[in-house]
Every structure is written in C-alpha cells, then in structure tokens.
C-alpha cells in the first residue's frame, strides 16, 4: 500500500479539480458546489477548508468545512462535512488523522468551536467531539444528531 499524506487544499492547489470530483463521486452533491466552495477557501474569500488523505497520488478520504451542513441550526457554524473514506482504506485511521487535521488547522484560524452532523453514535467521540443537540436536517424526515469539538 502507498504511502499515505495528508494534505490541506491550499498546500496542493492543483488537486481541486479531482477533489471536488471524488466527493461528487462519494455524496452525489453537485460538483460544481465542491468546485464554488473550494475556490472560496483558495481565493482566501474564507477560512473554511478542504483536506484529502492520498495514497500515492490517488484521494482516498477526505473532509471539508462549510457554515451549514444542510441543517435548521444556522447558529451551529461551521459544520464538518462530507468525512468520508473510500471503502478498502477504512479502518486505517485516515478519518481519525483529518479529524484531528481539520480541528487543529481551523484553531489556528481563531475558528472554534466545529459541528458535525452525523447519524454516528460512537464514531467521533473517539476524536474529541462531543454530542450537542439535535437538528432538523433539509428534507429529512427524522432529526439528526449534531457533535461539537470545542
């Protein structure tokens, strides 16, 4: 197995493109809505990034900041989204490392507290985050669970 790295968009600007196009592949939201937010954070319109783990030179996981996860808390900002680890590189940690990447890039920035919306139940507690409250996802019938990372 390659080498993994783990790699905030504005290191590799040069991987937007297959970026936006591997978390189209994995959540079917728009491509050009990854494209829209991505050129935001490298334009330096806002602070709320993107990472990726490679392996090689292949994406394999990966996970962004955007203000609202597709929620009715709009005071909840801003939410970890789109955590996702292609299938054969699960249980490797690579969730774990862009969690803990994330949190730590956006302290940096003065951004703190990050919410996660998820229907996990014991998932990121093992990274620090903490369950808050419940949220009326956009279109979902049953709400939804809401972590914090302080």
């Avoid at 790295?5 to 504005?10: A, Q």
């Amino acid at each position: 197995m390659s080498e993994l790295k783990y790699v905030i968009l504005r290191e590799r600007p040069e991987l937007k493109d297959e970026a936006a196009e591997w978390f189209h592949k994995n959540w079917g939201v728009p491509k050009e809505a990854y494209l829209e937010c991505m050129d935001d954070y490298l334009s330096g319109g806002t602070e709320y990034g993107w990472y990726v783990c490679l392996a090689g030179d292949k994406i394999v996981g990966g996970l962004g900041v955007i203000e609202n996860d597709f929620h009715d808390r709009k005071d909840l900002a801003p939410n970890v989204c789109a955590v996702y680890t292609d299938e054969e590189y699960r249980s490797k940690g690579i969730a774990g490392k862009l969690l803990n990447l994330v949190v730590e890039d956006m302290k940096a920035h003065g951004i703190s507290p990050l919410y996660l919306v998820t229907d996990h139940t014991s998932f990121y507690e093992r990274y620090g985050w903490e369950y808050f409250c419940q949220a009326q996802g956009d279109g979902e019938p049953e709400p939804t669970r809401v972590y914090i990372h302080r």
